[in-house]
T-cell receptor
Framework: GENVEQHPSTLSVQEGDSAVIKCTYSDSASNYFPWYKQELGKRPQLIIDIRSNVGEKKDQRIAVTLNKTAKHFSLHITETQPEDSAVYFCAASRGTGFQKLVFGTGTRLLVSP | GAVVSQHPSRVICKSGTSVKIECRSLDFQATTMFWYRQFPKQSLMLMATSNEGSKATYEQGVEKDKFLINHASLTLSTLTVTSAHPEDSSFYIC????????????FGPGTRLTVL
């Protein structure tokens, strides 16, 4: 089955810096890669996603890149703010929302003022 | 946007009792719902996929007789933790896939289960 690895497990940056979180996946049939932000005790919130027919997607300060050949995808957050502090999870699935998501292990991002 | 609710948000029970958690899609129909478990400082682990009108599909290592799932309608799935033990204490989160928004899973707010 699918296995998703995520690095780093923790990431501390200063406000205004950029943050990059990387994930690799094993299942070549995976074609949908969402990123979730989870605050303590809350539900995961979808922040951006990408499909395998696209190499990069951007939404304001957040961008995701995908390298299908290498089976890795990354989350880039620019101009970080303290409110970006949370745990971020990458995930992979074989297609639509009806397919199960396999989550990475999570990255705890801390943005210091 | 699509909204998923869970009830209760928090439950404390004694060891050996059963607990039922409800997951509802409030403004859309969900033929497929997913149940995840999240231990402190860990990732979300899929327990089972719940399909309306049919038996749930359980992930390897998840006991189907202990974690009973019922998806009786297009807006409601329930997870019953039977004969709960302290090791079942966890954060249980459901998600639902929309017929209209098939690209995305929408997550419920989670249920914090504590078994004494």
């Amino acid at each position: 089955g699918e296995n998703v690895e995520q690095h780093p497990s923790t990431l501390s940056v200063q406000e205004g810096d950029s943050a990059v979180i990387k994930c690799t996946y094993s299942d070549s049939a995976s074609n949908y890669f969402p990123w979730y932000k989870q605050e303590l005790g809350k539900r995961p919130q979808l922040i951006i996603d990408i499909r395998s027919n696209v190499g990069e997607k951007k939404d304001q300060r957040i961008a995701v890149t995908l390298n299908k050949t290498a089976k890795h995808f990354s989350l880039h957050i620019t101009e970080t703010q303290p409110e970006d502090s949370a745990v971020y999870f990458c995930a992979a699935s074989r297609g639509t929302g009806f397919q199960k998501l396999v989550f990475g292990t999570g990255t705890r991002l801390l943005v210091s003022p | 946007g699509a909204v998923v609710s869970q009830h209760p948000s928090r439950v404390i029970c004694k060891s050996g009792t059963s607990v039922k958690i409800e997951c509802r899609s409030l403004d859309f129909q969900a033929t497929t719902m997913f149940w995840y478990r999240q231990f402190p400082k860990q990732s979300l682990m899929l327990m089972a996929t719940s399909n309306e009108g049919s038996k749930a599909t359980y992930e390897q290592g998840v006991e189907k007789d202990k974690f009973l799932i019922n998806h009786a309608s297009l807006t409601l799935s329930t997870l019953t933790v039977t004969s709960a033990h302290p090791e079942d204490s966890s954060f249980y989160i459901c998600s639902a896939a929309s017929l209209l928004h098939t690209d995305t899973q929408y997550f419920g707010p989670g249920t914090r289960l504590t078994v004494l």
